[in-house]
């Protein structure tokens, strides 16, 4: 079978995973790390690098890196959003010719969705060097409160990255279904996901290998970075007075300050103090006779707590809401879980422990439940096994704007998807040429509180009393949360359906051209990849040698039937390497090197 990944495209990591013998597995990179952190850069010299590389790079030349660029993945561009931006990542933003997000990183210009597929186009490469084949059907999960635009915004840098997305899931759901699947949990779940940069909170209700989203809320712009960002804030505080202002200003300093922030974070989880010691403070731009200042410091778990206040509230807000939305009590959740990083950080399991009354469930790695889900769920899809079955639901409300500014809900919030929804309105007049009928998502009642989406516009309507011109409209929510609107006028039988504008979509010739490039970027870094796998491979032999000679020893001092089977396992499996490296076939190399490993880090 065709191998198939499961992404989990984070906002500051990222991970791959795949199911291997009925079980869900994390797929390294290529540096054997088992999350690549969601960074793209570009050296002086135009090298584009990633991961960890770009991290290291952003050190240095934060104006060459990109990070947290999923923060505005299919977003519209405002200037208050660009204002927001400035106190949160290194690279100014700018508005496409579709109103798009495009980021200004080491002199380019680049759409948002380009840098989110030149990551995913690495996780692939990642993904080919483990399996030595191409691959590229993947279940790709996003957070539960993205809309409509942001997540075509992912699929469109999925379809740049010479991706085949098998269907988009939302993280939460991915890691109940991962949970689920692997504990046979039955009951009501509720997942908790604090990550990077956002944060989701689900209730599902999973019976029989059916997991049904039941509510779903959030808040898209809270995460870690905003606990570091508050750690950053004191520790400029901090800064001798005559540096301050150049600090504040100086790109360089603010990201150290940011990694020393995130660190001390870090830190803080399993210890009661952080020291934190930053060098070279100051304006790294002007030029001779630089002065820097040095910061040393230390930060209390108890300080930090209380520093996060704010954030944690938010938090509980959030989880309240959910809560009275779905008419529950936090007592009747059966099992809670705990996603993404900054579940971590002992304050927010406190703060979910006491809220829920009680303790989250173990044996759940915040980091990799959720590619370890979309692998699962990859795997069923190609399958079609039907095993475990996914209900999800709309996470926003979509409605019709209507007279007096008000909007009428077709369908509402935490419906289950696909969903259909039809309904007739009149024309706002009599002898009206022309109907618009423009399309709202958003919770409120009136129009200029919620997010314009597009209109239809029906066009030679005839003439006549408006209650003898009905026009139908009907919405289809496709299982994966996306919109499709359909408007017909009744009398005549003239159909239109709309063209999404809240989607900030490239030029159709753009995505192309973009898809090309990293075409040929990737046929580069797969031959390099398949050079370096064919060097490390008689190393990967002499191995596996050495670990056959090492379990012949043992059997003949300890003779049994399973130090036999052991040295009859490792010695199949090089006579298989040998085979393998002659008829250079990459992918047996490559499983071959990856059992081999399962069998030398089980001895
Ligand atoms: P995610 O987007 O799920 O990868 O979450 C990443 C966030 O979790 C970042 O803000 C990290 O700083 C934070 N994080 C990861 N590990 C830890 C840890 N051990 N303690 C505190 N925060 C962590």
Known sequence: MEPVIGIDLGTTYSAVATVENGKSIIVPNRSGQ?????IVGFTATGERVAGERARMLGDDAPDRIAPATKRYIGRRWTAELALAAKHVVPYPLMAGPSGEVRIKVAGRTLPITQISAMLLGELKLDAEAFFGRPVSKCVITVPANFDDGQRFATRESARIAGLDVLRIINEPT????SYGLTTQFQGRALVFDLGGGTFDVSI??????????????GDPSLGGEDFDNRIVQWLTAQVPDPY????????????RLKHAAERAKRTLTDKNEAFISVAELGDHSSEGGKRFAQLDTALTRDFFETLSEPLTKRCLEVCQKVMSDAKLSPKSIDALLLVGGMTRVPLIRKLVTDFFGKAPVGGVNPDEVVAQGAAIHAHELLEKQGSALLIDVATHSLSVGVLGGTVRKLISKNTSVPAQAKETFLPGRSNQQSARIPIFQGEADYTDECTKLGEVVLQDLKAGQRADLPIEVSFELSAEGTLAVRAVDTTTGIAESIRIEARTTLAPTEVEKLRAEQGVYAAKEGLKDKAAANDAFPRVLAKAERLVQLLEKSAQENPSAQAEAAVGQVRSLLAQGQAAEKAKDAAMMAEVTRLLERVISKN
């Open 174 to 177: 991915s890691a109940a279904v």
């Open 204 to 217: 599902l209700e999973v019976e029989k290998g059916v997991f049904e989203v039941k509510a779903t809320g």
């Open 244 to 255: 301050r202002e150049a600090v504040l200003k100086d790109r360089i300093s603010m990201n």
């Open 34 to 38: 088992r999350l690549t952190p969601s």
